[in-house]
């Protein structure tokens, strides 16, 4: 029983680390490959259209939602403090800071992460990655490449969007729906929000989520096992993996960009 | 039979396109294939035939080099696949086409993009000698009326003519075919036989055909190569295998339930199984 037990805890520890070393070899190969997705940029175009300009809807929304929900709580709260014109740097900060890279890189991972790793999980059960291999066409550097470029090139156009759509519900709820006083309201943002501090720091966020998103996704999608259960197992775990990743990777990069502020 | 070798269909040794040499595969621990010896000649259409799981897909990715003899070589145009780089593979495989069971088309791009795309990929001609080769190629598969529709629209039959027009489009010196006549309807089963067998002779080409399809293939085959559990148990013409005496043969060539291979799997004692004796006993 016992003897079973390590067994299983060995197999499953000796699985988990050649895992690893595949998703690493993979990574780096997708890096080596990267050339095609250059210098044939129109592949890398399209799937930026397929992961990047079909998210727009889901992405816009949010924002507008979660910046509408933010000048509302921002508010109630300012206000106890009669400090209700400082609602547009909380709102913007709370966004290009947080909000934006984060919340998008979520929905991100669920819209086209899961897309991504289904399509891919496909190509191998139909076995189109071999033919393309068969053909003398590496797939590496044909289908995962520009799909990984894309992601992370879309990535940070995504939560950049998402900020101003929220920092525009933001606006229509704070000031014109409650009335808060429409100069203070954008001079203390522009006062208060610095690029390089805030905004390049929320750039730089949603590009390292970007790639952790697109790599896991592709990854999952490469390693499914070719079968119906195998590609929605690898699905699944593309959404969970990497919304986890997001999350712990954000509060690793806030507690370098912005500790001591 | 037995003895004879696939070699005196010609005297010249060079016309051997594709040599296996007893190769030795396994994946893991398991062993596939163990000692095989097989010769395809250029200009042949060759049957390697043989009961589900027997190793005959594993022979054609050795040969296509998705996967590596563990002993014994594989030659392809006299080159040694065991010691090519990446690179030279890709580069022989240039030169290879192979028809996937289900075809294998990219479901995301039309007929026409798929037969297209090797030439896109490998040359740079201008776009309307693409479009003449394609429509070339989707013509001698007789389909040259589909070349707008998307895979998903195809039958099973069609699907694997485009991809076997896919497969051609580089003009291959070799194509290797995993089951194609595997779930198709008897109209398409002649149809694919026929044109394996016309491309071959037109085209010079050599075809290499793993099928357990007996009646069809016989028909068009040069040479068959029989295998079970991962080794050559009989090769000859189509003629000398239909009239085989080997007990695996006739089982197979006639279709009958029981014989060398059992139709039952190895399972203990069905009495035991029903308690109507006692194992102890």
């Not at chain 2, 090519?84 to 580069?91: N, T």
């Not at chain 2, 001609?125 to 707008?148: F, H």
């Not at chain 2, 099973?156 to 291959?172: C, E, K, N, S, Y």
């Not at chain 2, 075809?207 to 080794?231: C, N, P, R």
Request: glycine share 10%; net charge negative; aromatic share 8%.
């Amino acid at each position: 029983m016992l003897r079973r037990a390590i067994e299983n805890l060995g197999s499953r520890t000796i699985d988990g680390v050649w895992r690893i070393g595949f998703a690493a070899r993979f990574f780096v190969a997708v890096l080596l490959h990267s050339g095609t997705a250059f210098r044939r940029f129109g592949l890398t175009i399209r799937e930026m259209y397929f992961s990047g300009v079909l998210s727009l809807i889901i992405i816009l929304v949010s924002g507008l939602f979660v910046g509408m929900v933010l000048g509302l709580q921002g508010y109630e709260t300012l206000q106890t403090y009669g400090s209700e014109e400082a609602l547009g740097i909380l709102v913007a900060l709370s966004l290009v800071r947080e909000l934006g890279p984060v919340v998008a890189a979520l929905l991100f991972a669920s819209r086209a992460g899961s897309a991504i790793t289904a399509e891919i999980g496909l190509m191998k059960a139909t076995e189109q990655l071999t033919a393309m291999e068969m053909m003398a066409v590496n797939p590496i550097a044909r289908v995962i490449a520009p799909r990984f470029w894309a992601g992370v090139i879309s990535m940070p156009f995504l939560a950049a969007l998402f900020s101003a759509m929220g920092i525009f519900g933001g606006y229509l709820v704070g000031v014109q729906l409650i009335g808060v006083d429409e100069g203070a309201f954008w001079s203390q943002m522009q006062s208060a929000v610095d690029f390089e501090e805030d905004i390049l720091n929320g750039i730089i966020k949603s590009v390292v989520f970007g790639v952790a998103i697109t790599a896991i996704a592709l990854f999952e999608g490469y390693d499914a096992p070719p079968t119906a259960e195998g590609v929605s197992g690898a699905t699944t775990r593309t959404v969970v993996t990497s919304s986890l990743a997001v999350l712990a990777l954000d509060f690793v990069l806030t507690a370098f960009m912005f500790r001591g502020v | 039979m037995t003895a004879s070798n696939n070699d005196r269909f010609d005297s010249v040794q060079d016309d051997a396109l594709v040599e296996i040499r007893d190769v030795v595969f396994g994946y893991g621990a398991r062993p596939v294939l163990q000692g095989i010896n097989l010769t395809a000649r250029r200009g042949q259409v060759v049957a390697i035939m043989g009961s589900s799981g027997c190793g005959k897909t594993t022979l054609l990715r050795l040969i296509g080099g998705q996967v590596r003899a563990t002993q014994g070589t594989v030659r392809v145009a006299g080159e040694s696949l065991g010691e090519l780089d990446a690179e030279g593979l890709y580069r022989l495989r240039r030169r290879m086409g192979m028809l996937f069971q289900f075809g294998a088309l990219f479901t995301d791009i039309t007929v026409f993009d798929n037969v297209a795309y090797p030439l896109r990929e490998h040359t740079d001609l201008a776009e309307e000698t693409i479009r003449d080769l394609v429509l070339m190629k989707l013509n001698a598969v007789g389909l040259t009326g589909a070349a707008d529709l998307m895979p998903s629209a195809l039958s099973g039959g069609m699907a694997r003519r485009v991809a076997l027009a896919r497969a051609i489009a580089l003009d291959p010196m070799l194509v290797m075919y995993d089951e194609p006549f595997a779930g198709l309807d008897p109209i398409s089963l002649g149809v694919t036989g026929n044109l394996i067998r016309r491309l071959t002779d037109t085209l010079g080409l050599t075809s290499l055909v793993v099928t357990h399809d007996v009646q069809e293939s016989l028909k068009i085959v040069d040479y068959v190569y029989f295998v079970s559990a991962g080794v050559i148990v009989a090769e000859g013409t189509a003629a000398e295998i239909l009239a085989s005496d080997l007990p695996y043969v006739h089982q197979f060539v006639h279709g009958e339930a029981d014989g060398p291979v059992p139709f039952h799997y190895q399972a203990p004692a069905y009495a035991e199984d029903l308690g109507l004796r006692s194992s102890r006993a």
